[in-house]
C-alpha cells in the first residue's frame, strides 16, 4: 500500500527562526514529489515539484531536498515569516498509467510562526 | 488563486439534507478530480473525470454522493442525506491529461452537517 508519513504533526517556532519538516514514503512506481502549502480554509498550492533525478530544488526560502534511495524528502524554510505558518503536505505521484488515484498525500506539518 | 473556483465556500446543512457543490477548474483542463479532508489530515480521493467521463470512483464514495461533469467543463458533486460524519473540506483539483501533470486546487468548500 502506497503511503507517506510526515513528521513533525506540528511544530512551533519563533519568527526568523529556520524549521526543516520531514517526509518518507512508500509509493511505487515512483514518479514525483511535491511539496504543498496549505493554509487554513483554503485549497493546497504548491511549492516545489521533484523528479527521481533531482535532489534538491528551492522556491524562495523553500528548499526541498530528496533522496530516491532512502525514499526521504525534507523542506527547509529559511527565515520564516509569520506568513509561513500554515500546513505543509507532502505529497508522492506513482507513475501507474494516468490512473486518478495517483496521489498520495501525507497527512501534513502544522506550523505556527510566532512573533 | 489558483484558477480552480469553488462553490459556495462553506455550507452548514441539518442531517439529512441533500447538497451539492459546485467546481469550475482551470479552462483548457481536461482532468477534475474530487477530494475530501478532514481536519489535520490529508486529502483524500473520491473520484475523477477526465472531460465528462467519470473514469475512477473511491471507496470513500458511497451511493449517497454522486458527481457529474456533463460537457467536460465544471463539475458538480451531490451529498444525498448527510451524515455528521460528511462534515470535511471537499477540494476540487484540475489537471492536464498525465500523471506528470500538476493538479491545481481549489479552495473547497467546507462542509458542516448538525
Known amino acids: 500500500k502506497n503511503q507517506v508519513e510526515q513528521s513533525p504533526q506540528s511544530l512551533i517556532i519563533l519568527e526568523g527562526k529556520n524549521c526543516t519538516l520531514q517526509?518518507?514514503?512508500?509509493?511505487?512506481?515512483?514518479?514525483?514529489l511535491r511539496w504543498y502549502k496549505q493554509d487554513t480554509g483554503r485549497g493546497p498550492v504548491s511549492l516545489t515539484i521533484?523528479?527521481?533525478?533531482?535532489n534538491t530544488k528551492s522556491n524562495g526560502r523553500y528548499t526541498a531536498t530528496l533522496d530516491a534511495d532512502t525514499k526521504q524528502s525534507s523542506l527547509h524554510i529559511t527565515a520564516s515569516q509569520l506568513s509561513d505558518s500554515a500546513s505543509y503536505i507532502c505529497?508522492?505521484?506513482?507513475?501507474?498509467?494516468?490512473?486518478?488515484?495517483?496521489?498520495?498525500f501525507g497527512g501534513g506539518t502544522r506550523l505556527m510562526v510566532k512573533p | 488563486d489558483t484558477g480552480v473556483s469553488q462553490n459556495p465556500r462553506h455550507k452548514i446543512t441539518k442531517r439529512g439534507q441533500n447538497v451539492t457543490f459546485r467546481c469550475d477548474p482551470i479552462?483548457?483542463?481536461?482532468?477534475l478530480y474530487w477530494y475530501r479532508q478532514t481536519l489535520g489530515q490529508g486529502p483524500e480521493f473520491l473520484t475523477y473525470?477526465?472531460?465528462?467521463?467519470?473514469?475512477?470512483k473511491s471507496r470513500l464514495l458511497s451511493d449517497r454522493f454522486s458527481a457529474e461533469r456533463p460537457k467536460g467543463s465544471f463539475s458538480t458533486l451531490e451529498i444525498q442525506r448527510t451524515e455528521q460524519g460528511d462534515s470535511a473540506m471537499y477540494l476540487c483539483?484540475?489537471?492536464?491529461?498525465?500523471?506528470?501533470?500538476?493538479?491545481?486546487f481549489g479552495p473547497g468548500t467546507r462542509l458542516t452537517v448538525l
Open positions: 483539483a484540475s489537471s492536464l491529461v498525465g500523471f506528470r501533470h500538476e493538479q491545481f
Open positions: 479552462s483548457e483542463h481536461n482532468r
Open positions: 517526509c518518507n514514503y512508500t509509493v511505487s512506481p515512483f514518479s514525483n
Open positions: 505529497v508522492v505521484s506513482a507513475d501507474n498509467n494516468n490512473a486518478g488515484n495517483m496521489l498520495t
Open positions: 473525470f477526465q472531460n465528462e467521463a467519470q473514469l475512477e
Open positions: 521533484m523528479t527521481f533525478s533531482e
